[in-house]
Every structure is written in structure tokens, then in C-alpha cells.
């Protein structure tokens, strides 16, 4: 039976941004984290490469802005980065005292460089599993604090909206019974949309809930044209798109290609360490084959790579290339470029606040302009603690009421075997063509396809329920089919080529039209703003 509760603050998601958050806000009242699985399932625990951090004083700081507003090809709204980089050392100092341990080598923090960073400040855990040892800590250090309640095997299902501002959020757990939840506040912390695409490193998990909610409750999103896929991601068929990690290029990695020639040289002069968004679209291009669908294979190579034990530095990488029969110091690696990570979503200020009254956001799923059209490596673990605390302020600071909300309408339907086969069929006809044709290249034409292919989705969701109504998968569903929308839009209005965001048919960048943020508002409104 539905039921009505409350709590002073509501935090969808369970990475570094939404625990980060709950931590301040259990100072001030009770706090209740939802998680779609388990606390430990999120993008952050997922993360490899590291966490970016200037820890060398004044200087390191102002070179870390510069690579940040760098990478983003013009468009990083700089306020948004100088919060990061001067508030990034405090918060990773504070995660130390928490009990996150990082690497170090002779008693000092290790410090590695990966692609577009002018000096090694990447801070590691475990070797390769820095966003494991992050999520660990910040999980550990939650649970001590008696306010912190989690939510694990729970959906957010809808916001509840009443005179402009949001009042509630519907819950639905691993039965299918919904729980609606007044709250003062309510932050989307979700993390990204990969699973938008059919190629992603992202989990299961990680379907866009958060941003699709934020705009169904109203609120205005940004620069949802600008999806970074990750050059390096494992390929080889029936196998996961599984990360390797940027560190390994820091480390000396070469790309080659199907010829065993080192490529990187006719793309950028950093080479193996350009942006990524340049290495991945330069792995696809060598990639192609003659005729239309034809593909070729591109390797990462580190058999050259001396002093160096691979296996220590790269253990969860070493391990999973084991069970392939694949080893970093022997052999070459078969790679190609994966949807990574969102560096649009719900627009907010430095503070978390988004465009509708009580409903903050921080993290992937936030866009506050700090990454521009393509992130720096191993900036977003900081921008999770860094905007996930300033989010928690604001919350705090605006102070609102609690208000009555009735009770949510129903619990949700179980859809039969045959409804799940139809709902999964649909789900990876968008993630294919949103693949095929809203991925790496774009132009108008493939644009429009995957619009086809997006109403088509559209059309067939609307058949299995009422909203009300819908269990887990089809809410993802839906996310994804929502996400969906606002990239399709947002890339066909950008008409020029820039960061991740690449137009065949607009190659060049057009700072004198688009040195602007999209704001996508509503179903088709999509105007640019200079922030």
C-alpha cells in the first residue's frame, strides 16, 4: 500500500557527489540517500584513473585551471572551474582525514599525468581502483553518522511538484511499492545517461533517472550535446566495453593500428596524451574500414613500456585482461571509444541550485559549465566532493519548509515475460541507433534517424503502462528515451564541431555562433546562452 513519509533532506544516488552531500547535511537533519542497487553500485565505484588535485601550492592550481579550461575547447564557464581547483585540495585533504588512502611511493602521495594535463597531480588508489577506495570511505564514513539513511534496491520514480517548487519524490523498492517521501530538499546525484548508448563503461546502473526527472519536474538542462566517449575501452566481441584506463597512456602507452603504425602523430602533437575527445575520435577514423560498416582493429601497446611493474600499477586492468588471455606487458590490446561520461545534464549555479525551487543537483548528472565541451581526465571524483558540498550548503542555507503531500497513487504493475523481451528489444533499438547516429560523427542526417528511432521508442513505451504505474525497467526506460531527446536536439541545433561534439557536415568550430551553452527547456526549445 503507498504510503506517505518524511525526512528533512533526499539524495538520489550513492556516488562521490550524493555522499559527499549527505555527509554535511547529517550535520543539520535527517538525511535519506536512494540507490537503484546497492550503495557500493555507482559510476564512482567504477572510476580507474584517478583523481585530479593540485597539491603543490598557488602554482599547481593555476596550471590545473588552465588545462581544465583547455580540454573544454572554449566553452568551460571559468567561475565553475576556479571553484574546482581551489576547493578540490581541502576536499581531498578532508577525504584523507576520513579514511580514503590513496598511493604513495618513499612515504609521498603518488602522482601520475594522464592526456591534457601539463603536470603529473592524478592521485590514485589501489592502482586502478581510486573510485572503489573513494566510495569506500565516504560509504564507511556515512553509515557511522546516525542521520544517514539509505534507501538500496530503490527507484525515484517521479518528483512531486506543488506551487513551483519540489515537495516530494515517489520511491519505489525491489517489490514494487511505492513510498512517497516529502522532504525540505531534494538533490540529484545519479551520476550519467552512458547507458543511452549501446557502447558504454558505464554500469547498468547509470540511465539518466536523475536528469530525466529534473526536466519532466521543469527544470532547465544544458549542454546535453556533449557526451565524451572514452577512447580506450576493451574490444573484443561478446565482451564488456571494460575501461582502460587513461593512467595507461600516462604510463607510455602507444595506439597503433590494424598496420602496427603509431597514428597519433597526424592528430595532435600530445600524441597518446591529446584530449580525448581527439583520441577517440582518431581511433574510430582508423578504425574504418573501406566499405560502409567494415571496422578495423586498433591496439593499445605497452610492451615497450620499461620500469614499470603493469601488473602492480594496473591491477584490476591485469586481472580482467587475464581472463582473455591478455597480458599488458606482452601483448597488444584490442581498444575502441565507449560512451563515457555526460558533461551536460541539469543546469544549476556554483551552488547546486537548478532553475526549480527545492530541487538541487551536483555530479555527472549536474551541469554547472566546469568541463565545457570535453572534461579533463580525472576531474569529475573532484567535482563530486567539491559541488556535492557546495550543493549540500545551499540546501541548507535556502532553508526551506517542509509541506504536506498526499499519498503517491498506486504501486506499480509487474510487466509479464513477454512485455520484459518487448521492453529490453526497445531499449536496445535506441541504444544502437542512438550509436549509429548521434555517437562519435554526427551530421543532420544521422540526426534525424535517430530521431525516428527515438519517436519509435517513444511510441512503444507509452503501449505497457500508465506512469503511475511503472516498475524499475520501464522508469529506465523512459530516462533513457527522455536523455535521448535532449541529445538528439541539442546536437542538431550546435551547427559546428567542438570538444566531443562533432558534426560531419559543421567540421569546424564557430566561437563567433556557438561559444555559447545550449539550454534545452521543454520538449523542443533549444536556445544558447553565453554563461
Known sequence: MASVSRVDYLVMGAGVAGLRAAVELAEYGDVLVVTKESVAESNTHYAQGGIAVAVEGGDDVSLHLQDTVAAGDGLVYQPAAEVLVAEGPARVAELMEWGAKFDREHGELLRTREGAHSRPRILHANGDATGAEISRSLVAFARAHKRVRFAEWTTVTGLVVADGRVVAADLLDRENRMERVTARAVLIAAGGAGQVYSDTTNPAVATGDGIALAAEAGAQLADMEFYQFHPTAFSLPGAPRFLLSEALRGEG???????????????????????????????????????????????????????????????????????????????????????????????????????????????????????????????????????????????????????????????????????????????????????????????????????????????????????????????????????????????????????????????????????????????????????
Open 253 to 531: 602507452a602507444y595506439l597503433r593500428n590494424e598496420r602496427g603504425e603509431r597514428f597519433m602523430d597526424r592528430y595532435h602533437p600530445l600524441l597518446e596524451l591529446a584530449p580525448r575527445d581527439v583520441v577517440a575520435r582518431a581511433i574510430t577514423r582508423e578504425g574504418m574500414g573501406e566499405r560502409p560498416g567494415e571496422s578495423r582493429m586498433v591496439h593499445l601497446d605497452m610492451r615497450h613500456v620499461a620500469g614499470v611493474d603493469l601488473h602492480h600499477r594496473f591491477p584490476g586492468i591485469s586481472a580482467f585482461l587475464a581472463g582473455y588471455g591478455l597480458d599488458l606487458q606482452r601483448d597488444m590490446i584490442p581498444v575502441r571509444p565507449a560512451a563515457h561520461y555526460l558533461m551536460g545534464g541539469v543546469r544549476t549555479d556554483l551552488s547546486g541550485r537548478t532553475t526549480v525551487r527545492g530541487l538541487y543537483a551536483a555530479g555527472e548528472a549536474a551541469c554547472t559549465g566546469v568541463h565545457g565541451a570535453n572534461r579533463l581526465a580525472s576531474n569529475s571524483l573532484l567535482e563530486g566532493l567539491v559541488f556535492g558540498a557546495r550543493a549540500a550548503r545551499a540546501m541548507l542555507d535556502d532553508a526551506l519548509e517542509l509541506v504536506t503531500a498526499d499519498a503517491a497513487a498506486a504501486d506499480a504493475e509487474t510487466l509479464r515475460a513477454e512485455e520484459e523481451q518487448r521492453l529490453e528489444n526497445t531499449v536496445a533499438e535506441l541504444q544502437h541507433s542512438m550509436w549509429s547516429y548521434a555517437g562519435l560523427l554526427r551530421a543532420e542526417s544521422t540526426l534525424r534517424e535517430g530521431f525516428d528511432a527515438q519517436a519509435r521508442c517513444e511510441a512503444a513505451l507509452a503501449r505497457f503502462a500508465e506512469p503511475r504505474k511503472m516498475g524499475r525497467r520501464l522508469a529506465e526506460a523512459r530516462a533513457l528515451c527522455s536523455v535521448a531527446y535532449a541529445i538528439l536536439h541539442s546536437a542538431l541545433a550546435r551547427t559546428e564541431s567542438r570538444g566531443a561534439h562533432f558534426r560531419n557536415d559543421y567540421p569546424q568550430r564557430d566561437d563567433a555562433h556557438f561559444r555559447k551553452h545550449s539550454m534545452f527547456s521543454g520538449r523542443e526549445r533549444i536556445t544558447f546562452e553565453a554563461w
